[in-house]
């Protein structure tokens, strides 16, 4: 600390214990404008933390910090949150907000002229056996997407991380600008696909594969599937391969010297050490799969039903809002827990790997 | 530790083994044996080769052309998990998630050994490097020594037909590196494997190794013992990059009947040669290589002749250097070199004093020219 100081003593002031009060009580401007008069050695002289209270290793981070907020010691302590206020607010009045009045929906008899007081009606028709059924098979068909996602996507990771060389930016932004297309765009490209009429049956007949057309290529779970993966496959990609990047490859080919094949290198080196990316995969595609409710509307005819399309119903055709609301939430409490249980999966099996 | 070369299969064999990256040959047809239980060092500046051709043999590199032999069997096309080699990695390549002695078992138990089986020898191996009261950490928690050693063990305990080491002692302070290379010495001597050892320090190299391949441009400029590469280089290369060498470009003159050869010095004067390489036979001129701590310093000019051969020069610098003291000098035709003396007093060497530069010819050797043809 003392050795950075000392150019900086001599152009502002003699004696640094003088030199720390009047950082103390200046203007953070003044200070700016000294610490323009003297040489970038002697920024970190502007804190007004004394330098015996210092670790040396906090002088780079601090003079930065020092720089941006230096001033009165509680300004400094609240200029932090001062600065991250603005993001608070917005995540409070247009997130935190919208669900309180959905929490408070979910509990008031409103629709078909109700009076607003409380009721648990709404619950209780949230969990009838229509919509526990279309429940269930919600987690089914994104359970399927979503490991159907981390199997493809764990060798596409993996070869753009560590084996395409100077193929892996451009296939990076291949991948982001696939997600830049509209989500509706996309589904109605799938219908033409996959329709009766669609280029898959038009294929497949000319080649004399089928003679007639394949009924169960739209409008099935199979249609959901297809299309949910290949729309959350950026959203599984990324984070597996950010996590990859972390690895460093003498380590893989350590594994490989030592005896371990493919398969093993990935179970045993690889898949521990992207235990991170593996649960934020899992979270960031199952969530938005299960809350998806243009893909089911487009391609899912009556059979691949899911959760959100039914709650889309409820709210813009039915006008049940509390239903709705009702539903909303416990789809939100069982993804908490979806999310709480890889969590501790990651854990249990010390898949946690912070290094 | 050398077995002589008839009576065993080598552990490892390299025959005319090159590597080419496009346009570029990073490894030229090069040759040669790795005895069992020899200390094998591959030693040369970066970009020499040394580095591709231990991957070459790991089986992370496939060669160009030429074949490579584990215990005499082919191995060049072999990938890295099916060779019994092993590579202790310059930067250790733990596996972070794992304790030291998952690290160590790794491979043991990829080789599918009982559970007892792996449990002794990753004891064993931990024992051996002194780090068997570390088993449960993981590599984070431990020093880089620390790392070295489990490094080490992960590799030993697989017993390998050759153990590769690629710079291990690199990244260590060098009081810990000179721990360290006893230490590994002692371990090779000890569990007998045959170790290929890869690094650009020359003391390194002839400090730990049996023998010492020197490689420079993809190719091995010479190979022989410590003691034959340090006292009778065939190569300027060797002379240049193996310890201190003054390099005194020469004319070479008679070349009589029993094999001695005298050249002409800078300035005129004659003097023989203690040895001298094929790289200069049949060549009008040539580098004479004498290494500093041979030419000692005198005020009178000494009596040439064949116990003795001298040239003027005047002190140019003396640099104190702790155990010794260099004094650098200029002779006759410009000509620079350097002496090295372990004597207290020093301080009657001023700089521009003129004296006598001397040494025993038995001492030097006469490698090529800097360019073949004209120094």
Same mark, same amino acid.
């Given at each position: 600390m003392d050795d950075p100081r000392k150019p900086g003593d001599s152009a502002a002031t003699a004696d640094p214990r003088e030199n720390h009060g009047a950082a103390a009580t200046a203007d953070p401007r003044e200070n700016a404008e000294l610490s323009a008069t003297v040489d970038a050695g002697a920024f970190a002289m502007l804190g007004p933390v004394h330098p015996d209270e210092r670790r040396p290793h906090d002088e780079i981070q601090e003079a930065v910090l020092d720089v941006s907020y230096a001033g009165r010691g509680n300004r400094r302590r609240w200029a932090p949150y001062v600065f991250i206020s603005t993001p608070v607010g917005v995540l409070l009045t247009f997130f935190a907000g919208p669900l309180a009045v959905l929490a408070v929906y979910s509990f008031q008899v409103r629709s078909r002229g109700g009076d607003g007081s409380f009721t648990l009606d709404n619950y209780r028709a949230a969990v009838q056996p229509n919509i526990l059924e279309v429940a269930g098979s919600t987690f089914v068909l994104a359970t399927i997407s979503m490991l159907i996602l981390l199997v493809l996507a764990y060798p596409l990771a993996y070869f753009i991380a560590l084996k395409v060389g100077r193929w892996e930016i451009p296939l990076l932004l291949a991948l982001a600008l696939s997600d830049e297309l509209n989500p509706l765009i996309r589904i109605f490209g799938w219908r033409t696909i996959l329709a009766r009429n669609g280029l898959v049956n038009t294929v497949l007949q000319n080649l004399g594969i089928t003679q007639a057309p394949l009924d169960w290529l739209l409008f099935t779970r199979f249609s959901v599937v297809l299309v949910l993966t290949a729309s959350w496959m950026p959203y599984a990609v990324i984070p597996l391969y950010a996590a990859m990047k972390t690895i460093d490859r003498r380590v893989l080919e350590a594994a490989s010297d030592l005896g371990a094949g493919w398969f093993t290198t990935f179970r045993t080196v690889i898949l521990p050490l992207t235990a991170t990316g593996f649960v934020a995969t899992m979270v960031i595609v199952f969530i938005p799969i299960v809350s998806d409710f243009a893909t089911p509307g487009l391609v899912g005819g009556t059979s691949g039903r899911m959760l959100a399309s039914v709650i889309e119903d409820l709210f813009? *055709? *039915?006008?049940e809002w509390g239903v709705g609301s009702a539903l909303t939430f416990l789809l939100l409490i069982v993804s908490g827990v979806v999310v709480y249980l890889s969590y501790r999966i990651a854990r249990i099996r010390n898949l946690d790997t912070s290094t | 530790m050398n077995q002589s070369p008839s009576e065993t299969t080598p552990a490892l064999e390299l025959v005319e083994l090159s590597k080419h990256f496009g346009n570029v040959v990073a490894v030229d047809r090069i040759s040669l044996r790795v005895e069992q239980g020899e200390f094998f060092s591959l030693l040369g500046p970066s970009g020499c080769g040394k580095s591709t051709t231990l991957r070459m043999i790991a089986g992370f590199e496939e060669p160009t052309s030429g074949r490579l032999l584990l215990d005499g069997q082919e191995g060049s096309r072999l990938p890295p998990f099916k060779r019994n080699t092993n590579l202790v990695f310059q930067s250790y390549a733990l596996f972070p998630h794992m304790t030291v002695r998952d690290n160590v078992a790794y491979g043991p138990r990829r080789a599918r050994l009982s559970r007892t089986e792996v449990a002794s020898r990753v004891e064993d191996a931990l024992r051996t490097v002194r780090m068997w009261e570390y088993a449960?950490? +993981?590599?984070?928690? +431990?020093s880089g020594g620390q790392r070295q050693r489990v490094a080490l063990a992960r590799g030993l305990v697989n017993h390998p037909a050759v153990l590769l080491l690629d710079e291990p002692l690199g990244a260590l302070d060098l009081k810990l590196r000179r721990e360290m290379q006893i230490e590994l010495k002692e371990i090779q001597r000890r569990v007998g494997i045959s170790f290929v050892y890869v690094t650009h320090d020359q003391e390194e190299a002839l400090t730990l190794s049996d023998r010492i391949a020197v490689m420079n441009g993809g190719r091995v400029e010479q190979l022989g013992t410590p003691e034959e590469i340090y006292n009778r280089p065939t190569t300027r290369f060797c002379a240049d990059f193996i310890g201190e060498a003054n390099l005194i470009e020469v004319r070479v003159g008679d070349r009589s009947g029993d094999g001695r050869v005298s050249v002409v010095l800078p300035g005129g004067g004659t003097a023989l040669v203690g040895s001298v390489s094929p790289s200069s036979a049949d060549s009008a001129t040539a580098t004479l290589v004498l290494r500093p701590s041979r030419v000692a310093l005198d005020d009178k000019e000494p009596p040439h002749g064949a116990e003795r051969a001298a040239i003027p020069v005047e002190v140019r610098r003396v640099i104190f250097q702790g155990s010794v003291v260099r004094v650098d000098l200029e002779g006759p035709e410009g000509v620079s070199l350097s002496a090295s003396t372990s004597e207290a007093d020093t301080s009657d060497l001023r700089v521009g004093r003129r004296m006598w530069a001397h040494w025993a010819p038995g001492e030097t050797h006469l490698v090529e020219p800097t360019k073949s043809g004209t120094p």
């Open positions: 813009t *055709r *039915r006008g | 449960d950490r +993981l590599p984070k928690a +431990l």
